[in-house]
């Protein structure tokens, strides 16, 4: 039974995200597109679920999802692009100092999934790059980042520039 609850939670997100990318209701997309979830759910159930096939199909976490998704990480990227667009375009690129900071990561999110959704969300951003994730001996978990502009080098104040807000709303997600 776990390992079909694992697989029905992948079919249902994997086929929401198909119907994100087709946005179509023509019924051969719509069986193409069960056709194709059922294939990666079948591979994929064991790798993306480890416990708690529904953990993410509680309200609450979708609606923080959708917020985060629609206006947090959007806000953040129109941000990073805007600052690329800035260092591109400027005459001087001998101002632009690229460096690797070590950037200390939240003790609210202790989830691999979480951890991995902010590493993902900060690589999606340009600019910066996120190399690893490592845990120290304590316990704390901290981000290495590329980053192509290194504008400051406290670890807590760069980690709020490139972080920003997306760290904290992707705790609420995976409590």
Same mark, same amino acid.
């Given at each position: ?29 719509? $069986?193409?597109?069960?056709? $194709? ?22 309200? $609450? ?14 806000? /953040? ?59 120290? /001996? ?21 980690? /709020?520039? $490139? ?13």
């Amino acid at each position: 039974m776990k390992k079909f609850s694992a697989w029905l939670s992948t079919f249902i997100l994997c086929f929401c995200f198909w119907e994100l990318l087709v946005w179509s209701v023509n019924p051969r997309e719509v $069986i193409l597109g069960i056709i $194709i979830a059922a294939v990666s759910s079948a591979f994929g159930s064991k790798f993306l679920i480890h416990s708690k096939a529904w953990y993410l199909y509680n309200p $609450i976490r979708v609606i923080c999802l959708l917020v985060y998704a629609l206006f947090i990480f959007m806000w /953040e990227l129109i941000k990073a692009n805007v600052s690329m667009a800035e260092i591109v375009l400027s005459p001087n690129l001998k101002n632009c100092r690229s460096g690797v900071i070590r950037i200390p990561g939240s003790d609210k999110i202790r989830s691999n999934y979480g951890l991995a959704m902010v590493a993902n969300s900060i690589t999606l951003t340009p600019g910066t790059i996120t190399m690893n994730v490592a845990e120290d /001996e304590s316990g704390k978990n901290y981000y290495y980042i590329q980053w192509i502009d290194v504008a400051e080098k406290d670890r807590g104040k760069a980690g /709020e520039i $490139i972080k920003g807000r997306m760290e904290r709303a992707i705790a609420r997600i995976w409590k």
